[in-house]
């Protein structure tokens, strides 16, 4: 799989920019706030249907213009496709593959990508939120239908807030409409616990050999954090224990007015050396978790869809270490398209730089 060209209009500070990236690597240099980043967050969004910084799309609208438009040509499978996003003030969202009107589900199934940037370095630091965004965007690059399980799964528990919150004003308590928003809890939200885990197991397997061999003495080990579960579980054991965990922890759900278990409120943990790596490793050992990690997310997605990602790397190799860095590189496939940005061309070597296509951005324009 590779992007072959990009067009964006009015996408953030990018007004009107073409870029071809018929290459396999392609470097794109420029400032801070030059629109570097902007480019491979709309690549992204065309594999996502959302951004990594912001879940507002109206902020992706240039300032002074109603409407942001991306257009790409894709390579997959050695057949040529189109895809077209455009999305106004009013909120009007229209998709497009080989200018044909399209459903989210199948527009999100031809681009696949792995984004890579500094925001990531901190993934380990950062809310039990971010790690578990990272995870579902990770599952959903290899099953498209999950992102529907979360979505459905949103929507119930948003609906069981707000009848919870109504009880708190009123105080009448439908008993037997709290027993409904509670199944369908447990059903949706026992799928997703178990493709969690399920994925996080497959990702652990493939990032434990690349963290071993960058760090070489260390082991790393990922737990799914998971309140109401300590073994492994099928999804009817996740469902047994999730809806005995209801059952106990009902009355404070009720009294604080919102769901207090399921999965959106599990976390993943990761060990070094059976330590936990957010309390006891150095910054650099962080930083080794996340770079096995994400090239663990390229190779797992590869196998499991038989489709190539993108490999965008945001300005991610100033804030590794030298080691690290001849590391990611040396370890990108010379088959899987890579798009780098950075300040300038200071951190790679010349043999990298022979066969990349670089260019220079200003002011969200190619220079």
Known sequence: MRLVDLKLKNYRNCKDLKLNADSNKILIIGKNAQGKTNILESIYFLSALKSPRTANNIELINFDTEKVEINSCIIKADTSVELEFTYDREKKRELK???????????????????????????????????????????????????????????????????????????????????????????????????????????????????????????????????????????????????????????????????????????????????????????????????????????????????????????VLAELDDIRQNYLLKSINDNTQTIITSVDTVLFENEFLKDVLIYNIENGKIV
Not at 111 to 136: A, E, I, M, Q, Y
Not at 168 to 181: H, M, Q, R, T, Y
Request: hydrophobic residues 35%.
């Open 97 to 315: 593959i080989n200018g044909i009107k399209s459903r989210p589900k199948d527009f999100k199934s031809v681009l696949k990508t792995v984004l890579f940037s500094t925001t990531d370095l901190l993934l380990l630091r950062g809310n039990p939120s971010d790690r578990r965004d990272w995870l579902d965007r990770a599952i959903s690059q290899v099953y498209p239908a999950y992102d529907d399980r979360l979505s459905k799964y949103d929507k119930i528990r948003i609906q069981k807030n707000n009848f919870l919150k109504g009880y708190l004003k009123s105080g009448n308590l439908d008993e037997a409409l709290l027993d409904v928003f509670n199944e369908q809890l447990v059903i949706t939200g026992s799928n997703i616990i178990f493709l969690r885990k399920k994925f996080l197991n497959e990702i652990e397997a493939i990032a434990c050999e690349k963290h071993r061999i960058i760090s070489k003495t260390e082991e790393l080990k990922i737990n799914y954090d998971c309140n109401f579960l300590i073994d492994e579980y099928e999804v009817d054991d996740i469902a047994e224990a999730f809806k005995k965990s209801l059952t106990e922890r009902r009355t404070e759900e009720i009294r604080r007015g919102q769901s207090c278990v399921g999965p959106h409120r599990d976390d993943i943990v990761f060990f070094i050396n059976d330590c936990e790596a957010v309390k006891f490793a150095s910054q650099g050992q962080q930083r080794t978790i996340v770079l096995a990690l994400k090239l663990s997310e390229l190779d797992i997605i590869t196998e499991k869809t038989g489709d190539e990602p993108i490999l965008l790397l945001d300005d």
